[in-house]
């Protein structure tokens, strides 16, 4: 399973301020070849939206260049 870091708002409290809302995903490897399919789609396509491109981009890098720190395993039982 891994996990990945997303969101990044601004404060409404202090709007000089970023807040970094972290959020944890966890992906069998099945669900992660679907999300690197979908970059693959988007990387032939072109991204859709100009605005959020900054964020694309790091999140096809967190993809496509994973850590080994980045997965974790565990035992099913049947």
């Known amino acids: 399973m891994l996990s990945y870091k997303s969101r990044v708002n601004k404060s409404i409290m202090h709007p000089n301020e970023r807040t970094i809302e972290i959020r944890h995903l966890d992906m069998t490897m099945p669900e992660e070849e679907v999300i690197v399919q979908m970059m693959m789609f988007f990387n032939d396509m072109g991204w859709i939206d100009e605005s959020t491109q900054d964020a694309y981009d790091s999140l096809c ?14 035992k099913e039982i049947d």
């Open 61 to 74: 890098e967190k993809i496509s260049e994973p850590e080994p720190s980045d997965y974790s395993w565990s």
